[in-house]
């Protein structure tokens, strides 16, 4: 199994220009979330999804859509990136409801400039 | 609202010295608590978990109590070594609803030397 998968590793971009962070997991786990981590702050949890078609928002969503069509696949897009959206982003995945342990993926570096 | 404190660091100590990094909560009823550690360049992995109080968690030597009485969950390890190095996120789930959303304290960086 490889896991948590999340592409790209790095990615700069400029402000007002959109992407698609993107998550993948092998385990069918039903849970599948999205945080961010900044220095001095831990995580924050920007959205979640407990199955195929269902999503939530977390502690931070403003900025960022979520999606989920697949079990496998949860991508997080910045439709208009700004300077506050730097940061190290990671998606995580847990079976259940989110209830198990999380298993996390390695993360995706995005500085906007 | 939940929340996590914990020790900042960085904590620099010797190889085979004794760890400890202090980790207070504030929630509501009894969560799950967690440790996690992310060593440099990659993501975060479980490092042990408590669920109910007076539970003990332990993993690679580390080890914390649950302690409703003070709302602590403190990392310990009696000796550490130089590949623990790394940052130590103290961690809160709450058992209300069904996010599976996880409370994360700001994270500690522990350096250790040879």
């Known amino acids: 199994n490889a896991g948590v998968t999340q592409t790209p590793k790095f990615q700069v971009l400029k402000t007002g220009q959109s992407m698609t962070l993107q998550c993948a997991q092998d385990?069918?786990?039903?849970?599948m979330s999205w945080y961010r981590q900044d220095p001095g702050m831990g995580l924050r949890l920007i959205h979640y999804?407990?199955?195929?078609?269902?999503?939530d928002q977390g502690e931070v969503p403003n900025g960022y859509n979520v999606s989920r069509s697949t079990t496998e696949d949860f991508p997080l897009r910045l439709l208009s990136a700004a300077p506050s959206q730097t940061s190290v982003y990671f998606c995580?995945?847990?079976?259940?409801?989110?209830?198990?342990?999380?298993?996390f993926g390695p993360g995706t570096r995005l500085l906007v400039l | 609202g939940d929340s996590v404190t914990q020790m900042e660091g960085p904590v620099t100590l010797s190889e085979e010295a004794f760890l400890t990094i202090n980790c207070t909560y504030t929630?509501?009823?009894?969560?799950?608590l967690f440790w996690y550690v992310q060593y440099p360049g990659e993501g975060l992995q479980l490092l042990l978990k408590?669920?109910?109080?007076?539970d003990k968690g332990s993993n690679k030597g580390f080890e914390a109590t649950y302690r409703k009485e003070t709302t602590s969950f403190h990392l310990e390890k009696g000796s550490v070594q130089v590949s623990d190095s790394a940052v130590y996120f103290c961690?809160?789930?709450?058992?209300?609803?069904?996010?599976?959303?996880?409370?994360f304290g700001q994270g500690t960086t522990l350096q250790v030397k040879p």
């Open positions: 995580a995945s847990a079976s259940g409801r989110g209830q198990e342990t999380q298993y």
């Open positions: 385990m069918n786990h039903e849970y």
């Open positions: 999804s407990v199955g195929a078609g269902i999503t």
């Open positions: 929630a509501t009823g009894y969560p799950s």
């Open positions: 408590a669920t109910k109080a007076d």
């Open positions: 961690a809160l789930r709450a058992l209300a609803g069904n996010t599976g959303k996880l409370i």
